[in-house]
């Protein structure tokens, strides 16, 4: 399976970015709906946070505590693209943003840089 991000970029804080995560090579009888679809995060110096989970059980979905009410996870079925709609930025919230498929084995992408700063 491979993914790949996109849309990161420097932002203002208090501002927004709508990160994508596009996806292929499904083998095996597994398909896009077949995974769990999680955002992490790694900032310099600290571990890879898990930031939200789409489920594969009746999509459903949960959010760290830290963005909670900003962040929104989303998947398009038709395109195969999750998505991760970032509102409210602070720069705590800079990262690198890696979007990971999950089904009993994990599969990633390469990152994507979010920075927010004035």
């Known amino acids: 399976v491979q993914l790949v991000e996109s849309g990161g970029g420097l932002v203002q804080p208090g501002g927004s970015l709508r990160l994508s995560c596009a996806t292929s090579?499904?083998?095996?009888?597994?398909?896009?709906?077949?995974?769990?679809w999680r955002w992490y995060r790694q900032a310099p110096g600290k571990e890879r946070e898990l930031v939200a989970t789409?489920?594969?059980?009746?999509?459903?979905?949960n959010y760290a505590d830290s963005v909670k009410g900003r962040f929104t996870i989303s998947r398009d079925s038709a395109k195969n693209t999750v998505y991760l709609q970032m509102n409210s930025l602070k720069p705590e919230d800079t990262a690198v943003y890696f979007c990971?498929?999950?089904?009993?084995?994990?599969?990633w992408g390469q990152g994507t840089q979010v920075t927010v700063s004035s």
């Open positions: 090579g499904f083998t095996s009888g597994f398909t896009f709906s077949s995974y769990d």
């Open positions: 990971n498929a999950h089904s009993g084995y994990d599969y």
């Open positions: 789409s489920s594969r059980f009746l999509g459903r979905t």
